[in-house]
């Protein structure tokens, strides 16, 4: 099962350590440390998401594999034209203004 829900085309699979600033690129970060946040959560990814305007999906209560134990949960955004390095981009830029605000 967990399969089918990773691999979706034309989705993208958030969890929020991709854009957390704790963390290193082999626990799971995958954008450069300055566009990161610290220590994301889940309901600020998808309130971004929102404000965004992107089409997302969440699932509370998931843990990525490798950290089985960490019930972070994670969305699924529609990638529509973006990569998915530009949608972790977007959301952690959009996450640094809604803190700010």
């Known amino acids: 099962m967990a ?3 990773l691999k979706r085309p034309g989705k993208a699979l ?3 350590v991709n854009i957390d600033l704790t963390k290193t690129a082999g626990q799971g970060r995958k954008i450069r ?3 990161c946040v610290a220590t994301p959560k889940l309901q600020e990814i998808s309130r ?3 404000s965004l305007g992107l089409e997302y999906e969440v699932h509370k209560d998931a ?3 490798n950290s ?3 019930k972070t ?3 699924i955004v529609d990638k529509r034209h973006n990569s998915k390095r530009k949608i972790l981009e977007m959301l952690a830029s959009e ?3 809604l803190r700010s605000a």
């Open 48 to 50: 971004a998401a929102e």
């Open 14 to 16: 958030i969890w929020p």
């Open 33 to 35: 440390r300055e566009l």
């Open 3 to 5: 399969d089918r829900v």
């Open 63 to 65: 843990s990525r594999p």
């Open 68 to 70: 089985w134990w960490d």
């Open 95 to 97: 996450i640094k203004r």
């Open 73 to 75: 949960g994670y969305i």
